[in-house]
């Protein structure tokens, strides 16, 4: 397990998050160095958005939808394979702080590298940029909601 100043090992927190997975555990936590680590799951809620795509191989078979709020886009289709992904384990923040405005509204036009959204882990919020130019189409998350690694966030289309 290798941490720098203010850096944590991601592949550590990969592998564990696919021990969760695998063993269809509901919490796992190390600790070692005095570096505490938990990744946990909660039920899976799933919000798709409405487009024309076919469902991937993984994708459930009837989704949860959460009720639609601001920014938010609620129906019953899949999830596009180039939708914009957790890079970590953590919880999502739409804003900077609970007063400002979300970094991006459905509708938004965004360039590569705008910031997204937030994913607090262990104390650190970490951006999630955008990986191409284009407009916002669905946010799959509510703010403060807790993700797993490589769980959609964003479709930018």
Not at 64 to 84: Q, W
Not at 98 to 107: C, D, L, T
Not at 135 to 141: D, G, L, M, P
């Amino acid at each position: 397990m290798s941490t720098s100043k203010n850096k944590l090992d991601t592949g550590l927190i990969r592998e564990l998050a696919a021990i969760l997975r695998e063993g269809d555990l509901g919490e796992i936590e190390i600790e070692h160095d005095g570096l505490k680590v938990r990744v946990s799951r909660q039920s899976a809620q799933v919000v798709h958005a409405a487009v024309a795509a076919p469902a991937p191989a993984a994708a459930p078979a009837a989704p949860l939808a959460l009720p639609a709020g601001p920014g938010l886009i609620a129906a019953t289709s899949a999830v596009p394979d180039h939708a914009v992904k957790s890079p970590m384990v953590g919880t999502v923040y739409l804003s900077a702080d609970p007063q400002s405005k979300a970094y991006i509204n459905i509708g938004d036009k965004v360039k590569k590298g705008d910031i997204l959204m937030l994913v607090e882990a262990m104390k650190t919020f970490n951006p999630v940029e955008a990986d191409r130019p284009g407009t916002v189409k669905a946010i799959y998350v509510q703010n403060s909601q807790p993700v797993e690694y490589g769980e959609p966030l964003v479709l930018i289309e």
